[in-house]
Nanobody, 121 residues
Framework: QVQLLESGGGSVQPGGSLRLSCTAS????????MSWYRQAPGKERVLVAG???????NYLDSVKGRFTISRDNAKNTVYLQMNSLKPEDTAVYYC???????????????WGQGTQVTVSS
């Protein structure tokens, strides 16, 4: 069994900052790409930021220069530092990771349960 546990969400005023964390636990052989998605009410889930095993990163255009994704492979953890937050960043943020449970197992994508981020004055 593999679990992704997110933390760090909350409410913040416009211009503020939050740092999200997501830690993978359970039977893990290797973790490959790790990503953050978000879903606002009535909208589709979209990719916010992704990071490869080699730490190459990609970002949604609207968060470039404000958000930073990073990972700590020793801790099986991915982070999302969010600065200069705007009301339009309000959403449930989900962690996603491509994980292989054993050397002979195929890799599968796993999701966290989501953490709410609310940006409001």
């Amino acid at each position: 069994q593999v679990q992704l546990l997110e933390s760090g969400g909350g409410s913040v005023q416009p211009g503020g900052s939050l740092r999200l964390s997501c830690t993978a636990s359970g039977s893990i052989y290797n973790i490959y790409d790790m990503s953050w998605y978000r879903q606002a009410p009535g909208k589709e889930r979209v990719l916010v930021a992704g990071i490869s095993t080699g730490s190459s990163t990609n970002y949604l255009d609207s968060v470039k220069g404000r958000f930073t994704i990073s990972r700590d492979n020793a801790k099986n953890t991915v982070y999302l530092q969010m600065n200069s937050l705007k009301p339009e960043d309000t959403a449930v943020y989900y962690c996603n990771a491509l994980i292989r449970r054993g050397s002979w197992d195929p890799s599968n994508y796993y999701w966290g349960q989501g953490t709410q981020v609310t940006v409001s004055s």
